[in-house]
């Protein structure tokens, strides 16, 4: 099946009435992170450097996350015809950098990296999923829908890479739980936080906590609990336990609840 194109996409249905301010924040933020999907990709491809069949895999999944970020510049630069995302591209990697002179997975082992990979496709569709079902601008909305199901398909596209791994290396149960859990914590590292700021930032001096609160008091109130309970069954299918469980379904509860507290608490923090 032929991957869409940004000509794919109705432009012309674009409705500025109806761009939320705080959207499109994070939306300039993501359009540089997805932007820099051939980092990625070089970093990957290093750390399965003897292995052809998945490097044509990351190859692909590569040029994929760039066009999210050109869509998502895209739809950016309609609703704010001021913001100059080369300049905003060009501060993030240039403050933000990943290490791509590697030949082995910073996890460990390459079924850590696919499990950090099958985590990082989990979040990103689930987001994305969860943008998609507030916004009511018509071509974020398609954008969103579009790009959702293509980290669906990455997800799925790991995880079978996964299981080739996971026969040789026999990385166990709890080593995965681990590397998940890490990874899950990673999500509010530098890399969107700096990305935030160099979206966003107009000059002031980075500041972590700063800019990571900025892009969570404005990140999470996306979501819904079906779209963490979404999320969740999808980790927990990649570390090897039941995706429909009762301990599924328990973290997915303290999950959301975790974060309908931490935006409530950031947000009142910023009031004060």
Not at 77 to 84: I, V
Not at 130 to 149: G, S
Not at 157 to 162: A, D, G, N, P
Request: charged share 30%; with cysteine.
């Amino acid at each position: 099946m032929k991957h869409w194109s940004l000509d794919d996409i109705e432009w012309g249905k674009f409705d500025a009435s109806r761009v939320n301010p705080d959207t499109l924040k994070v939306i300039k933020a993501a359009s540089l992170v997805e932007h820099n999907g051939l980092d990625y990709g070089t970093y990957l491809s290093n750390v399965f450097h003897d292995d052809p069949e998945f490097q044509e895999v990351t190859r692909k999944w590569a040029v994929e996350e760039v066009q999210h970020g050109q869509a998502l510049r895209r739809w950016a630069e309609l609703a704010d015809p001021t913001f100059d995302f080369d300049a905003a591209f060009k501060a993030f990697t240039e403050g933000y950098r990943l290490p791509l002179e590697v030949d082995h997975s910073v996890r460990g082992s390459r079924s850590g990296e696919l499990i950090a990979r099958c985590i990082v496709e989990s979040g990103t569709s689930s987001w994305y999923t969860a943008i998609k079902d507030a916004t009511d601008e018509p071509v974020l909305h398609e954008l969103c829908r579009r790009i959702a199901a293509d980290e669906l398909r990455h997800y799925k596209l790991f995880y079978t890479h996964l299981k080739r791994y996971l026969d040789t290396e026999r990385l166990g149960k709890w080593g995965r739980i681990r590397i998940a859990a890490g990874r899950v914590t990673e999500s509010e590292d530098d890399e969107l936080a700096y990305a935030y700021y160099a979206a966003n930032g107009a000059g002031a001096a980075y500041d972590r906590q700063v800019f990571n609160h900025a892009y969570v008091t404005r990140a999470y109130p996306f979501y819904r609990a079906q779209h963490v309970d979404r999320g969740m069954a999808m980790i927990f299918k990649a570390v090897g336990l039941d995706p429909a469980g009762w301990l599924q379904r328990i973290a997915a509860k303290l999950a959301w609840r975790f974060m309908e507290a931490r935006v409530k608490r950031l947000t009142k923090v910023a009031a004060a």
